[in-house]
């Protein structure tokens, strides 16, 4: 899948998520396959930990990998976020 195509279903995820529950979701035939195909991703946009910022992120770097980018710089950047997001506030302190 490409990044759109995930952004628009998790977008309309979270719209629907504020009012239908999980179940009534989960029975929803239009993010069927999405759900196979993208588990991980479908569980965590249904529970409320989802981070729209690293999401968007994710997305991002997922079409710098779609434009082209090498694989390994766009690790790095995915490390240096999650370090900066996780790592850096507890050694500040």
Same mark, same amino acid.
């Given at each position: 899948m490409k990044a759109d195509e995930i952004e628009s279903i998790v977008d309309s995820l979270m &719209? +629907?998520?504020?009012?239908? $529950? +999980?179940? &009534? +979701?989960? =029975?929803?035939? *239009?993010? $069927? &396959?999405?759900?196979? $195909?993208?588990? @991980? @991703?479908y569980e965590t946009v249904l529970?409320? #930990?989802? *981070?729209?910022? +690293?999401?968007?992120n994710m997305m991002n770097m997922k079409r710098r990998l =779609?434009? #082209?980018e090498d694989q390994y710089s766009v690790d790095v950047r995915v490390g240096?976020?999650?370090a900066e997001k996780y790592i850096d506030p507890v050694v500040k302190r």
């Open positions: &719209e +629907i998520k504020k009012t239908k $529950s +999980i179940v &009534e +979701i989960s =029975e929803m035939p *239009d993010f $069927s &396959e999405f759900k196979k $195909s993208q588990k @991980l @991703l529970s409320d #930990g989802m *981070d729209m910022s +690293i999401f968007k =779609e434009s #082209g240096q976020m999650m």
